[in-house]
């Protein structure tokens, strides 16, 4: 089992920065590669970004790249996500998954909310 716990998010201005992270429970975190993904009102779940449980590969959603970055601290059990010139459309709740494999994803964490101001 692993529990995944999220913090850091809270309202924000446009243009300006936010680091997420995401604790894990559990002694096989560095087994899971990790996710954030990230829901908006009235729209679907959308991939943001993803990690190796390595940390030696990382994949974005088209809509961040170039603005944020995933990285990891396995003896720590932690995830983080470092989010800059944060837009309005960014806003939303930001969720962490972790995963053995490929395909679907075996943990969720309860999501924390982000808001960019204008």
């Known amino acids: 089992q692993v529990q995944l716990v999220e913090s850091g998010g809270g309202l924000v201005q446009a243009g300006g920065s936010l680091r997420l992270s995401c604790a894990a429970s559990g002694r096989t975190f560095s087994n899971y590669g990790m996710s954030w993904f990230r829901q908006a009102p009235g729209k679907e779940r959308e991939f943001v970004a993803g990690?190796?449980?390595?940390?030696?590969?990382?994949d974005y959603g088209d809509s961040v790249k170039g603005r944020f970055t995933i990285s990891r601290d396995n003896p720590k059990n932690l995830v983080y996500l470092q989010m800059n010139s944060l837009k309005p459309e960014d806003t939303a709740v930001y969720y962490c998954?972790?995963?053995?494999?490929?395909?679907?994803?075996?943990?969720w964490g309860q999501g924390t909310q982000v808001t960019v101001s204008s």
């Open positions: 998954a972790a995963r053995r494999g490929i395909g679907d994803y075996d943990y």
């Open positions: 990690i190796s449980w390595s940390g030696g590969s990382t």
